[in-house]
């Protein structure tokens, strides 16, 4: 169990979209307004985690053709995330674009992130805590993934809010919300050259 625990918690350390998207909220918003995002993420996590439990990402694993139209639909949406932080340049200019980053963009971007597939296959099936029961298994380990998850994404959202109240000039801010795009755009380039 400590193990698995410690697996959760070193990879919500790597920065992948949905963090990356949580962060820059915190540094373009505030707290408040984060919190709806962040929701909308464990909720998706959530969603993919049981559908690594129930076998349904494993039939996605199966059809190349499949696992491409994902990548290529998640890969639409990471990249339209990208292009609203390029937008954002001053608090007074993404409050108006604000009311489009919601619960449902966390829940989608978690639901189409290939990174979070992953992750899910890599933690539900590896680290065995009771090989003769799966079903309290796999209660257990969505119990100590949610208590890592929600307060590790409240971090990231906090260190972005964090990040703000440095009052970052506008230059500044420009290039950090240019550096978190640059990572979503690795992301799928990355996603894109590692397609099997």
Same mark, same amino acid.
Do not use: C
């Given at each position: 169990m400590l193990t698995f625990s410690l697996a959760v918690t070193l990879l919500m350390l790597t920065p992948g979209p949905a963090v990356l998207m949580i962060a820059n909220i915190g540094v373009n918003f505030d707290f408040r307004k984060g919190v709806p995002f962040v929701f909308g993420v464990i909720v998706g996590a959530n969603i993919v985690a049981l559908s690594v439990v129930l076998g349904i990402a494993s039939v996605i694993n199966t059809y190349t053709l499949l696992r491409l139209?994902?990548?290529?639909?998640?890969?639409?949406?990471?990249?339209?995330?990208?292009? =609203? +932080? &390029?937008?954002?340049?001053? %608090?007074?200019?993404?409050? @108006?674009?604000?009311?489009?980053?919601? /619960?449902?963009?966390?829940?989608?971007?978690?639901?189409l992130n290939p990174k979070n597939y992953i992750v899910q296959i890599t933690l539900f099936s590896g680290f065995l805590i009771w090989n003769d029961?799966?079903?309290?298994?796999?209660?257990?380990?969505?119990?100590?993934?949610?208590?890592?998850?929600?307060?590790?994404?409240?971090?990231?959202?906090?260190?972005?809010?964090?990040?703000?109240?440095?009052?970052?000039?506008?230059?500044?801010? =420009? +290039? &950090?919300?240019?550096?978190? %795009?640059?990572?979503?755009? @690795?992301?799928?380039?990355?996603?894109? /050259?590692?397609?099997?």
């Open positions: 139209i994902l990548l290529i639909i998640s890969s639409i949406f990471i990249f339209y995330l990208a292009v =609203k +932080i &390029l937008m954002q340049n001053s %608090a007074e200019e993404t409050t @108006s674009n604000f009311k489009k980053i919601n /619960f449902y963009d966390g829940l989608v971007l978690q639901i029961n799966f079903i309290l298994e796999a209660f257990i380990k969505l119990v100590i993934a949610n208590m890592i998850w929600f307060p590790m994404h409240l971090l990231w959202l906090i260190l972005g809010v964090t990040v703000k109240k440095m009052q970052l000039s506008r230059k500044s801010l =420009k +290039i &950090l919300n240019m550096v978190m %795009a640059g990572s979503l755009l @690795s992301f799928i380039a990355m996603a894109f /050259f590692n397609f099997e």
